[in-house]
């Protein structure tokens, strides 16, 4: 590779900087001449990127795009779940004590919703400049070494890898910028403008992605803590820079978003509530991507060495330390959820393998980074061809059209409305009874009240599998029982089996019971239930019995004359399995109910769940009443049946 070191624009400036400034004066030169050639000056002292510089940098920004304006176009998945957050932010919830969920305040910084237009363009030109910015830094960083062509040639494959993710690229793209312009920043690769703002812009962007993704957050704080530790002569200044602007940062943008000032640590509290539940409740492992691994462990290993051999002045374990807990933590992001989600993870370690082959002008550790980016495009699924520029284009235009056109958007939400009540086809008898009161869909459909027009009311973990602890579970059920604030009435789809094989009356155990001691069925139909508030029916609950049980031993389950005959299960778990359920995710939990098996998360295992109540309509499902005969675990423990009487 040839190395030419210096953009031909910057290469111009030097030779009409200071100096012809000083030429253009003695002439005398008129005010606008002058300033002109202080800026320039200025440009040259902070080495600011030149403007095709920022020209190519925007254009791959674009070209690259993955960011949508949000349109509640499914009833279920992301999209209503990115919908129920805009819906309590319309409401005026409190992200503190009212909504517990690792995406905060900002969430419109990862997805925008056409809901609120000023919102689409906050969030788009956020992450406009955070992009460009960063790769115009490690432009600048990558030129010195292997020259202008090659440079780009890096950015534009570190943007393409980052495009070719599941729904948004910013809880890829900000990890892996943060590890790329970290190391650059210790081993002093960065341009002065990027290696002075590094620490401040660090703490504000780890700020501002705490009340976005909380664990997009978790992620890139490490990193940047190891980075400004590590250079001699600097780490008190650079930690006191990072650590007022993330902390200032964090309190101002939360109090900006309208939330109650007091209320952030309850926020921080909860998200770890959520982050903590996680792998224990979304664990899902495809066995057609076993192959993953083998290429992660592969690719990790060899870049992990790569990077630990990288020379640089100062101490090397903050950094090292901050590297490996925020590749820890993208680790879990991709590989808990084992869907599609490793492409995540494989992007992240691409990033860092195109920098190492920079830094060390290795072809061979080029390969391994090119193994990476081919693995991430066959786990997304499609392989390359997914990447489509001109979709991105289209994705980006269609956003800028949304934010300054009024009438475009009205005619987007319309669009999806409309496709909204065809798909859910909500009767108008029950739209009629619900009229002005409150209501929730469970266990997704949050799109419906504002498909037609309703008074949303929204569970305090915005969607029923998302209370991942026994903490959330509470709260959705402290809500339920709360006559003030509870929903008037709840629409139930007709269905068994919710996210990942779970029964839909068990997810989460706790509010489900909550809801059958206070709701009653008043309509239904093929589709869906339509269940009102009443008094509270429920008395106390009572043991019935308690029996050890082996692994897949079938145990019978009492029967109750009146009330809801509830099952508390207990199962061992191995140190050993404790330690690889903290470091990655635990083997699933299987409970079944006269032999059909339903995945329950490890943290709802002293929970009531519903087995029988065969005379409680409200809880028959797809014409099928709740009256299990015999109850199963996958794995040895205790099972606790106790009947909870109904008035």
């Known amino acids: 590779m040839k190395d030419v070191v210096k953009d031909p624009e910057l290469v111009a400036d030097r030779e009409t900087g200071p100096a012809a400034g000083e030429a253009a004066e003695s002439t005398g030169t008129t005010g606008p001449r002058k300033l002109r050639d202080r800026f320039r000056a200025w440009r040259l002292l902070v080495e600011a990127p030149s403007r095709a510089t920022l020209l190519i ?128 920043h210790v081993l002093g690769l960065l341009p002065k403008w990027a290696e002075r703002a590094f620490p401040i812009v660090a703490g504000l962007v780890v700020a501002a992605m705490l009340l976005t993704k909380f664990s997009v957050g978790l992620m890139c704080g490490p990193i940047a803590l ?22 200032a940062g964090l309190v101002l943008l939360w109090i900006a978003a309208g939330q109650p000032p007091t209320q952030v640590v309850q926020y921080v509290v909860r998200a770890l509530s959520v982050g903590s539940g996680h792998a224990q409740s979304m664990g899902l492992e495809l066995t057609s991507t076993a192959w993953e691994y083998v290429v992660v462990i592969a690719v990790t290993i060899v870049l992990a060495v790569a990077v630990a051999r990288i020379k640089m002045d100062g101490l090397r374990w903050p950094l090292w330390l901050g590297l490996l807990l925020g590749t820890w933590l993208m680790f879990k992001q991709g590989f808990v959820r084992h869907d599609s989600h490793s492409a995540q993870y494989l992007a992240f370690v691409f990033a860092i393998g195109v920098l190492v082959a920079v830094l060390r002008r290795s072809a061979v550790l080029a390969a391994v980074a090119a193994v990476a980016l081919l693995a991430q495009a066959a786990a997304f699924g499609g392989g390359l061809w997914v990447v489509d520029p001109g979709k991105s284009l289209r994705t980006f235009a269609d956003g800028a059209t949304i934010v300054a056109s009024g009438t475009h958007r009205n005619d987007v939400q319309e669009e999806a409305r409309a496709g909204l009540r065809k798909r859910t086809d909500i009767p108008q008898r029950f739209l009629t009874r619900i009229g002005k009161g409150s209501v929730r869909t469970e266990p997704f459909d949050q799109a419906i009240a504002w498909t037609y027009g309703l008074t949303p009311a929204i569970l305090p973990t915005l969607l029923n599998y998302g209370a991942y602890t026994e903490l959330l579970d509470k709260m959705n059920e402290s809500w339920i029982a709360d006559d003030v604030n509870g929903p008037r009435f709840i629409v139930r789809e007709q269905t068994r089996i919710t996210l990942d094989s779970r029964f839909s009356l068990w997810d989460p155990p706790r509010t489900e019971l909550a809801e059958a001691c206070r709701y009653t069925l008043v309509d239904s139909t093929d589709k869906w239930q339509l269940l009102e508030r009443g008094p509270n029916r429920c008395g106390a609950e009572r043991e019935l019995s308690s029996t050890q049980v082996a692994a897949g031993q079938s145990i019978p389950v009492p029967a109750a004359a009146d009330g809801v005959v509830v099952a508390r299960v207990y199962p061992e778990q191995s140190l050993p399995g404790r330690v690889w359920g903290f470091l990655f995710k635990p083997r699933d939990l299987m409970v079944g109910l006269d032999g059909e098996s339903f995945r329950l998360p490890w ?35 205790r099972v606790v049946f106790s009947v909870v009487s109904k008035k």
């Open 57 to 184: 940098s925007g254009l791959l920004t674009i070209v690259t795009w993955e960011m949508p304006a949000f349109s509640p176009i499914e009833p279920k998945g992301d999209y209503d779940y990115g919908l129920a957050i805009a819906m309590a932010r319309t409401l005026g919830l409190s992200f503190g004590d009212r909504i517990a969920t690792t995406y905060g305040p900002l969430y419109f910084l990862a997805i925008p919703s056409t809901t609120v237009r000023a919102e689409v363009l906050v969030g788009f030109l956020f992450w406009f400049v955070f992009v460009t910015g960063c790769l115009a830094a490690c432009f600048q960083a990558f030129q010195g070494r292997i020259g202008t062509r090659w440079a780009w040639v890096a950015c534009a494959a570190i943007a393409l890898s980052f495009s070719i993710v599941p729904l948004t690229s910013v809880i890829t793209a900000t990890p892996g910028f943060f590890a790329v312009l970290a190391i650059c």
């Open 226 to 247: 190891g980075a400004v530790l590590v250079r001699p002569g600097r780490r008190l200044r650079e930690f006191l820079e990072y650590a007022v602007s993330g902390v």
């Open 603 to 637: 943290t709802h295992g002293d929970a009531p769940l519903m087995v029988s109540a065969p005379q409680d309509p409200s809880l028959a499902l797809t014409g099928r009443p709740l009256d299990a005969k015999t109850l199963t675990m996958n794995a040895p423990g």
